[in-house]
Nanobody, 119 residues
Framework: QVQLVESGGGLVQAGGSLRLSCARSGDILSITAMGWYRQAPGMQRELVAGFTGDGSTEYADSVKGRFTISRDDAKKLVTLQMNSLTPEDTAVYYC?????????????WGQGTQVTVSS
């Protein structure tokens, strides 16, 4: 059974930094996508940063140059380094991974971690 657990959220002042981590338990035979999404109150969940199936990265325009996604497949870890945070980055951040397991093709979500940026 695959589970994703996020950590590293919290309260930070504008201009500060946070580092989010997502630890995966369970096996995925072939990962087709992984990344970080966020959802602010009253807003739709949106992609913040991610890896596509060929390993390339993609970022939301609003975070380019400020956020960096990285992965350590051996440790089953995905991290999101967030710098120069603004109040507009305040949201619940979710880790997402999609891939093939013995049961088929599935997507998995973490429980979310709150990021609050004060002005």
């Amino acid at each position: 059974q695959v589970q994703l657990v996020e950590s590293g959220g919290g309260l930070v002042q504008a201009g500060g930094s946070l580092r989010l981590s997502c630890a995966r338990s369970g096996d995925i035979l072939s990962i087709t996508a992984m990344g970080w999404y966020r959802q602010a109150p009253g807003m739709q969940r949106e992609l913040v940063a991610g890896f596509t199936g060929d390993g390339s990265t993609e970022y939301a325009d609003s975070v380019k140059g400020r956020f960096t996604i990285s992965r350590d497949d051996a440790k089953k870890l995905v991290t999101l380094q967030m710098n120069s945070l603004t109040p507009e980055d305040t949201a619940v951040y979710y880790c997402y991974t999609r891939g093939y397991t013995v049961g088929g093709d599935f997507g998995f979500w973490g429980q979310g971690t709150q990021v609050t940026v004060s002005s």
